[in-house]
């Protein structure tokens, strides 16, 4: 027996060398014989401090997903990079005086030393930082396409200010009120933005999540946000003023009971309606107060309902009735119009103003016997054509009556705003554009990019972008006439540079293109994204919008960036999510150092399925540690008996413990095959190589060397996409070869097919979980599997066993108390 012990600090740097030196995880861009590629990506990190445990967990699962594809005879790209410009840098930098630059170096190094210590399979030969000149020219370029087309404009519009950061933000960055970065309370200003048109992609961001293999909450999220909706447009005029306002409603059935008429306090036309009528001042004060109130305060359904009369009215074009036109806050801008048709009887919100400023209520569908009431019933009160008609009815011929009238149509209603991307901010990409007062807005030719970021004194906001200060850099000629004319100083939101990068990963070298065209063609779509479900709105529709964009100026040959999305649940820590600001951020380092990355790795996978937030544990790290001692040292006394060889595979006729062992190797094999092709179910998949090294240790006197040998290089060949060191280091003990080299194991049916059952676990009579076992398991060996399982672990500690039922090839039950 060998004295040797599980040692990763020498393994682990010792395959990083190899791989490294080798440059192994490198793929070309040439096309190598006619075998399938996969581009596997995990999310770009944001390189600020130092990378936490979900970091680490993000790329174990990418890692697994990229070496499984290659054994499994896929051609793989497996890039990283840095997503690199944004506001925590620049805060440090106005905190410091530290150029941005400078830390955000500091950070990327982090990250490269820990992604290196962790033994990842990156093509480094493909890395890049979103805030290199090289890159963020293409940013720019792209930037340019797309004001070309008519995709990027710029507008006065009314934005969210934090007041902190001193920067707009864009409406998904605003959560219930308050800023995503710092949770100031924000402000709504008038200022000169820029925007993409994400909303001419609607429809199609819409539809085409059907070709997706995404998670289903996620498509739910995006349907949401994109929230389109149905119904009609109707024409509310104003005989006395002269102006018509459309509003849009899902219920036209209900207008017969339209009995005031609300537009929003940022409705242009507001302040000019009430002039003249006695309401002016009031409504003007109204206004602003509107403003400094959050949009979550506003749509809170809670909240007493306020509002000011305009002094006008408008004619409800279905039955020639003048309404009062109103003012008030529960009515936002960015729905539909800006103005709503008021039906108290059957919206709740309409019905709360209603009551509190004495408004009339008509109830015109039978829905109930209180109001306000939206349920489906017959229309009432309305006139004698629809009287009677069920209301879903009702609704189509009343659009129709409204179309023939020209008072109306169908229409589609979506809740998707375009894409504010200007920041008044130092650490972005500029904005390509030139301002000249002969031609106006006037992009940046090709060969003058990138327009490089000025050096500046002062990073801190004024509520002007700090670039407006670097005044060699703000006056050039225009590029059109010639003249003198100024440069745009505001800079991209950093989400525009993250939609694209997975894009630069295909020619990262390219210096005369983004991308090449034949290059793209081969590598994209990304065949297996994985990352936070935190980015399930924002990043991943704003990539798909410029995927389609870039595809429509025949840029790109794919219609959706990533064919398939994994969102890896949270690490928490003590039940509690990690923060710097609660200080449970917990870092990979001390654990890299003590248990080793293989650790690490495993243990983030195996605490749960990976899509589930997970609680972490230090007597879990443990437990993991010692199984792959137990692994390694099992390979070391195999080499030691049978020497390197080729791993045979079954004697000819294995029987009794040879015939048992090879069975639970194959076993594995089809179980490990099976959670990582089909469901990522990488803790079960650890678990059942667990199994399998628990069978070899029992068996290990029993059966010959060859069986032996086999079930060793097959658990090593197994764990290698979680624990690549020591899963490379055991298979060269036993065969001399470099695991990753050796095609993925199959599984041979005719062994599969003795009985394995399911035996339920359960504590207190409650099912905690369930295991595969051998028809035939011996009771104590079933009560021990169960003990080993985590989450029954986690149901007997701090309890005491008062009795184990074992009923063998059916339940295992612990009563404790
Ligand atoms: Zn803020
Ligand atoms: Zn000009």
């Known amino acids: 027996m060998t004295e040797r012990r599980y040692d990763p600090q020498s393994i682990e740097p010792k395959w990083q060398d190899v791989w490294e030196r080798e440059r192994t995880w490198e793929v070309s861009n040439d096309e190598v014989g006619d075998a399938p590629k996969s581009y596997v990506l995990e999310m770009l990190p944001y390189p600020s401090g130092e990378p936490h445990m979900g970091h680490l967990k993000n790329y174990a699962v990418g890692d697994a997903v990229a070496h499984f594809h290659r054994r499994t005879g896929r051609r793989v790209l497996h890039p990283i990079g840095y997503d690199a410009f944004g506001l925590p840098a620049e805060n440090h930098a106005i905190r410091t005086g530290e150029h941005p630059r400078v830390s955000t170096a500091k950070s990327i190094e982090q990250f490269q030393r820990q992604f290196r210590s962790w033994g990842v399979s990156f093509d480094w030969s493909r890395e890049f930082g979103t805030h290199e000149p090289s890159y963020y020219r293409w940013t720019q370029w792209i930037f340019v396409k797309l004001f070309e087309r008519g995709l990027a404009y710029r507008k006065e519009a009314a934005v969210n200010w934090c007041p902190v950061d001193a920067t707009v933000l864009a409406n998904e960055q605003v959560i219930d009120g308050r800023c995503e970065r710092c949770g100031s309370l924000v402000e709504a200003r008038q200022l000169e933005q820029w925007f993409f048109r994400i909303t001419d992609y609607a429809d199609r961001l819409l539809d085409e999540l059907d070709s997706i293999e995404w998670p289903q909450h996620v498509k739910t999220m995006q349907r949401n946000w994109i929230g389109r909706s149905e119904g009609a447009e109707v024409t509310f005029s104003s005989p006395e003023i002269g102006v018509d306002y459309p509003v849009f409603t899902t219920r036209p059935d209900t207008l017969f009971g339209a009995t005031f008429f609300v537009m929003a306090p940022e409705h242009p036309d507001v302040l ?5 009528t006695g309401h002016e001042q009031a409504v003007r004060d109204y206004v602003n107060k509107a403003q400094t109130e959050s949009s979550e305060e506003r749509r809170d359904a809670e909240r007493t309902k306020t509002g000011v009369p305009l002094g006008r009215f408008v004619v409800n074009p279905v039955n020639g009735e003048r309404i009062p036109m109103w003012v008030a806050d529960y009515v936002l801008m960015e729905y539909g119009t800006g103005a709503i048709m008021a039906v108290p009887a059957h919206d709740e919100r309409d019905f709360d103003f209603a009551q509190t400023f004495d408004l009339p209520i008509r109830k015109v569908i039978d829905c109930g016997e209180e109001l306000p009431c939206s349920a489906d019933g017959p229309l009432v009160n309305s006139h004698r054509d629809f009287d009677g008609l069920h209301n879903r009815e009702a609704l189509e011929r009343i659009v129709d009556w409204l179309d023939e009238q020209g008072k109306g149509h169908r229409s589609v209603n979506y809740r998707l705003r375009d894409w504010l991307l200007s920041r008044q901010r130092y650490w972005g990409a500029p904005i390509p554009i030139v301002h000249c007062p002969r031609c106006g807005l006037v992009p940046v030719p090709e060969a003058d990019l990138p327009v490089l970021l000025p050096e500046i004194a002062d990073y801190a906001p004024k509520g002007r972008s700090p670039l407006a200060s ?3 850099w703000l006056n050039v ?13 505001d800079t991209m939101d950093t989400f525009v540079d993250s939609s694209w990068y997975f894009l630069r990963y295909t020619d990262s070298g390219n210096d005369s293109a983004p991308w090449d065209t034949a290059v793209t063609r081969r590598w994209m779509p990304v065949d297996q994204y994985i990352g936070g479900v935190e980015h399930a709105i924002l990043h991943l529709m704003y990539a798909r919008f410029f995927v389609k964009a870039l595809a429509d100026m025949d840029l790109l040959d794919v219609q959706e960036p990533f064919k398939a999305l994994f969102t890896q649940g949270m ?32 243990y983030t996978l195996f605490i749960g399925p990976p899509d589930h937030d997970a609680d972490w544990t230090d007597k879990g790290v443990e437990g993991v540690h010692r199984f792959l001692g137990r692994l390694w040292r099992l390979g070391a006394d195999v080499a030691e008996q049978t020497g390197q060889q080729e791993p045979l595979g079954p004697l000819d006729e294995p029987e009794g413990p040879d015939l048992e062992l090879m069975r639970k190797a194959h076993w594995a094999i089809d179980k490990v095959t099976e959670d990582m092709a089909g469901r990522f179910a990488f803790n079960t998949a650890i678990a059942a190589v667990m199994e399998l090294v628990n069978e070899a240790y029992r068996q290990r006197d029993a059966v ?27 298979y060269e003990m036993l065969t001399g070869d470099r695991v990753w080299e050796e095609p993925w194991p199959a599984a041979d049916l005719g062994l599969l097919e003795r009985d394995t059952v399911e035996v339920v676990l359960q504590v207190n009579g409650k099912l905690r979980d369930r295991i595969q076992v051998p028809a035939n398991a011996p009771r104590e060996e079933l009560e021990q599997t169960a003990r080993d399982r985590p989450r029954i672990q986690a149901h007997l500690n701090g309890h005491e066993v008062v009795k184990v ?3 063998p090839a059916r339940l295992v039950n612990f009563v404790v108390r």
Do not use: Q, W
């Open 477 to 489: 000629p225009c590029p059109r006439c010639g003249g003198a004319a100024k440069r745009e100083t």
């Open 704 to 730: 010959h060397p060859a069986t032996l040998h086999f079930a060793t290089a097959t658990a090593a060949s197994l764990i290698f996409p979680f624990a690549p060191h020591a899963g490379s280091d055991v």
């Open 805 to 807: 039922v074992v009923v």
């Open 272 to 276: 000019r309606l009430a002039e003249g």
């Open 571 to 602: 690490i928490t820590r003590d039940g509690a999510k990690m923060s710097k600001s609660k200080g449970n951020m917990i870092s990979p380092v001390p654990y890299v150092e003590r248990y080793g990355a293989d650790t690490a790795r495993c």
């Open 470 to 472: 670097a005044e060699d």
